[in-house]
């Protein structure tokens, strides 16, 4: 498994934008299928994005599409979330997390998390 540190949160007004970082450890980074998932208060934890291992597909929910972008630096052993046109929806806890069984929107599935990181969008 990987160890996962998310940053990049913080509080920014609606229609802006933030980038969100998360660094894993190890040396077998590029084997996994990378995910961004969210919480809001009182809510499930809900997918957000997703990426393979080599970066070259992409995968979003509706409620992000074009409006996020995830990517990845396999070099640095870091995955990014780009949130652009942000809305006080989007105000929630932003965990990473790492599979390296399943292409999947499914939570449950991936084996490794992050702490999270907090993104407040105020209208």
């Known amino acids: 498994q990987v160890q996962l540190v998310e940053s990049g949160g913080g509080l920014v007004q609606a229609g802006g934008s933030l980038r969100l970082s998360c660094a894993a450890s190890?040396?077998?980074?590029?084997?996994?299928?990378m995910g961004w998932f969210r919480q809001a208060p009182g809510k499930e934890r809900e997918y957000v994005a997703r990426?393979?291992?080599?970066?070259?597909?992409?995968d979003y929910s509706d409620s992000v599409k074009g409006r996020f972008t995830i990517s990845r630096d396999n070099a640095k052993n870091t995955v990014y979330l780009q949130m652009n046109s942000l809305k006080p929806e989007d105000t929630a806890v932003y965990y990473c997390?790492?599979?390296?069984?399943?292409?999947?929107?499914?939570?449950?599935?991936?084996?490794?998390w992050g702490q999270g990181t907090q993104v407040t969008v105020s209208s």
């Open positions: 190890g040396r077998t980074f590029s084997m996994y299928f």
């Open positions: 997390a790492a599979t390296n069984t399943d292409w999947t929107r499914e939570k449950t599935r991936y084996a490794s």
């Open positions: 990426i393979t291992g080599s970066g070259s597909i992409t």
